[in-house]
């Protein structure tokens, strides 16, 4: 099945590290997106992107990167991780001309 | 941008009776209002969707409204069982990106 796959699953890294986060994508779409879920605050987004060269600023983008290698590749880095930023990230997808998104498995993020 | 807004934060149900959560959003361009189920630890699944030019959406146990006039949508489930505890988004957008409210609890208590 066509599907959207996020890795790592879980990482924990210490304050000031750089990391990557990488997701990729079977379905075809345009539109990779990257949230941040923390509890009692829902589902924020951080970056989007329509197609390889382009890049949008979500609502938190402050403290993350993001860089679209290809189609099925979008990948948020945090170039000084710090403790707030422990959270649960998801990347999503959609198509072109339509708003669902499908979300990957998640990644889990504990900065120490 | 756009904000929406999603109550009550936690609602707890009996099994067999109906639950109804809320959202109210502020961009009256937003034209697509779809409900994600989120159960624990899994990723946030689309569950049903309604566009801003029909006004009731059902599809099975699962019902949403929209009132285009007052900005607000709201999902219903009926005849609840315990499955259907879990956090639910609502969202609210274009064709271009989605505005997550923060979530509900939904417990089911068999």
């Known amino acids: 099945d066509a599907d959207v796959t996020q890795t790592p699953r879980n990482r924990i890294t210490k304050t000031g590290k750089r990391i990557m986060l990488e997701c990729s994508q079977t379905?075809?779409?345009?539109?990779m997106y990257w949230y941040r879920q923390d509890p009692g605050l829902g589902l924020r987004l951080i970056y989007y992107?329509?197609?390889?060269?382009?890049?949008n600023k979500g609502e938190i983008s402050d403290g993350y990167s993001v860089s679209r290698q290809a189609q099925a590749k979008f990948s948020l880095s945090l170039e000084s991780a710090i403790p707030n930023q422990t959270a649960l990230y998801f990347c999503a997808t959609s198509a072109l001309g339509t708003a669902e998104a499908f979300f990957g498995q998640g990644t889990r993020l504990t900065v120490v | 941008g756009e904000n929406v807004e999603q109550h009550p934060s936690t609602l707890s149900v009996q099994e067999g009776d109906s639950a109804v959560i809320k959202c109210t959003y502020s961009?009256?361009?937003?034209?697509?209002f779809p409900w994600y189920k989120q159960e624990l630890g899994k990723r946030p699944q689309l569950i049903i969707d309604?566009?801003?030019?029909?006004g009731e959406k059902k599809d099975q146990r699962i019902a949403v409204t929209l009132n285009k006039t007052a900005k607000h949508f709201s999902l219903h489930i009926t005849e609840t069982q315990p499955e259907d505890s879990a956090v639910y988004f609502c969202?609210?957008?274009?064709?271009?990106?989605?505005?997550f409210g923060k979530g509900n609890q939904v417990v089911v208590i068999p």
């Open positions: 961009d009256s361009a937003s034209n697509y």
């Open positions: 379905k075809g779409h345009d539109r």
């Open positions: 969202a609210a957008g274009g064709n271009n990106r989605l505005a």
């Open positions: 309604i566009r801003s030019n029909v």
């Open positions: 992107s329509f197609d390889v060269k382009d890049i």
